[in-house]
């Protein structure tokens, strides 16, 4: 028991300490984009663009997955760390190579001497970024997650200043990358400080064959993944204009925050703390299901909220000519709402090496996805690529998540009790805010009464219903934050045998 509360202890704080990083780093990614987008053109987003589709496929050499099977290997950690340090080195040497061979081809087919100087700066960034596999895999292993958000949160709060200054000293596309190899160099340098792993000049190519097959699994995997992550662009970059490839990223960066915010963060912390219930199935996905309960009932209103008020947000916030980006990204937001659990079945399968399993489901998502965004661009542009992607995930997701569960014994019923109560609460709770936009207009101070409604109406009818229909679910979450268990309990939102599992 004392294990398990210690456990559970550490995951919670884990958690608590990665979305602190995220949240503030998306509040000035957030704030960056806004200066990015009054002081850049369309165009320029467009570049940026279209220059990491094209690096999609030389940077899938990057997904070696190396820094997973060193946390896998537990204690022995130290014993591979040298030869995956070096195998990982290599990956990354030859990314940058391969990513400066696109440059000048792409300068070249898009009639773009800019483009091909983008890419060439993201190359930079291939060989550092290789370099941090063995102090990440430390700093996961040992549940250092207080470390690791404060490397993430100062590169990306030092990314996105230098990306404002070099966009208004008129560096255009270049604003995006320049930022990458030099936030990366100080990222690298202080996670050696903080590790200093035992690393020597000699390769250990004996230990290499030792890597390799679970190298080849996590490579393919991610291969697919990669794919799926790139495949609207290009559809967009053949099918539609440059102008419009800029609003449908900028949407797409908005509708990934939640998904980052939430989702990623709580894999980084569920993979190493379910690797630790390797042996015990049961255990392990009673900890995984309530996990992906817990994200479904926080993130799922966010998402369908940010769908609902997408156009007027976007109307006020960056202006009449984004007016095609807040329609996509309701769109988009739908489909991250979806997505948003599903996403963190990886832990699971990793934790359980089912790396197979994971390749397969990588590559039936990137099939599907791509069979329907090609078919949405090519008839009705942009907004069918948005639709391509919600239809994808409805079909994909919850079947994903069902066979991830199954082999420990889980049941559809598990997947509804995940995804129903959340978007049901959701579309009742924000049901005042679409009525106002049904009868309001759309001029500015409309669309600010708009969200303002939304603002106040949603939050408590949200919280009211979910302490009602789900009130172990609520516990849950609130035993980790005991001001916000005591404030409920005495408004007696939640009962007093509502108690979350420990």
């Known amino acids: 028991m004392g294990g398990g509360h210690n456990l559970s202890k550490k995951t919670s704080g884990g958690f608590a300490w990665m979305l602190a990083q995220t949240v ?4 000035v990614g957030f704030a960056a984009q806004i200066f990015l987008a009054h002081l850049l053109a369309p165009k320029d987003f467009g570049v940026v663009a279209i220059a ?68 060439l700066v993201i190359a930079s960034s291939g060989a550092l970024n290789s370099l941090l596999c063995v102090p990440q895999a430390i700093l996961t292993r040992d549940l250092r997650f207080r470390e690791l958000a404060a490397l993430g949160v100062g590169y990306n709060f030092l990314a996105a200043g230098l990306s ?12 995006f990358v320049i930022p990458l190899p030099i936030c990366l160099a100080l990222r690298l340098a202080a996670a050696f400080a903080l590790t200093r792993p035992a690393l020597r000049w000699k390769l250990q190519l004996r230990r290499w064959p030792g890597l390799l097959p679970d190298t080849a699994r996590m490579l393919t ?13 290009l559809s967009l970059s053949i099918f539609v204009s440059k102008p419009m490839v800029g609003q449908y990223f900028l949407a797409n960066n908005l509708s990934s925050q939640m998904l980052q915010l939430l989702a990623l963060n709580l894999g980084s912390v569920l993979f190493p703390v379910l690797t630790k219930l390797t042996g015990e199935t049961h255990r392990q996905l009673g900890a995984f299901l309530r996990a992906c309960r817990a994200l479904a009932l926080i993130g799922v209103p966010f998402c369908l909220a940010e769908a609902l008020l997408a156009g007027p947000a976007v109307r006020v916030v960056y202006g009449t000519r984004w007016t095609t980006a ?52 090519c ?48 579309a009742t709770a924000l049901l005042p805010a679409a009525a106002a936009l049904a009868v309001m207009g759309r001029s500015v101070a409309e669309c600010w009464v708009e969200m303002v409604i939304a603002g106040i109406t949603a939050p408590p009818i949200y919280l009211v219903l979910a302490c009602r229909f789900c009130p172990t679910d609520v516990a849950e ?8 268990e005591a404030m409920l309990r005495r408004l007696r939102l939640l009962p007093a045998d509502a108690a979350g599992t420990k």
């Open 52 to 119: 990491y589709m094209l690096l999609a496929i030389p940077s899938m050499l990057r997904q070696s997955g190396l820094p997973v099977i060193l946390v896998q290997k537990g204690p022995l950690l130290e014993r591979w760390a040298n030869a995956a340090f070096w195998l990982d080195l290599t990956f990354g040497v030859a990314t940058m190579l391969a990513m400066a061979v696109v440059a000048p081809l792409a300068a070249t087919w898009y009639h773009s001497r800019e483009l091909g100087g983008v890419v």
């Open 477 to 484: 979450l609130a035993s980790h934050a005991k001001p916000v």
């Open 326 to 377: 807040g329609m996509l990204l309701s769109l988009l937001a739908c489909s991250a709402a979806i997505n948003l659990v599903a996403s963190s079945t990886v832990s699971l399968m990793l934790a359980q090496g089912r790396y197979q399993l994971n390749m397969v489901w990588s590559f039936a998502n990137a099939l599907v996805f791509g069979a329907a965004v090609f078919a949405g661009a």
């Open 379 to 426: 008839w009705f542009g942009a907004l069918g690529v948005a639709v391509g992607g919600l239809v994808t995930a409805a079909l994909v997701a919850p079947l994903r998540l069902w066979q991830t569960v199954a082999a420990s014994g889980g049941r559809w019923r598990d997947v509804a009790r995940v995804y129903l109560p959340p978007i049901l609460l959701s």
């Open 221 to 233: 995997a991610g291969v697919a993944a990669t794919a799926a992550g790139q495949l609207d662009f």
């Open 164 to 175: 404002v200054c070099l966009a208004f000293l008129g560096a255009g596309a270049y604003s």
């Open 24 to 27: 503030g780093s998306k509040f």
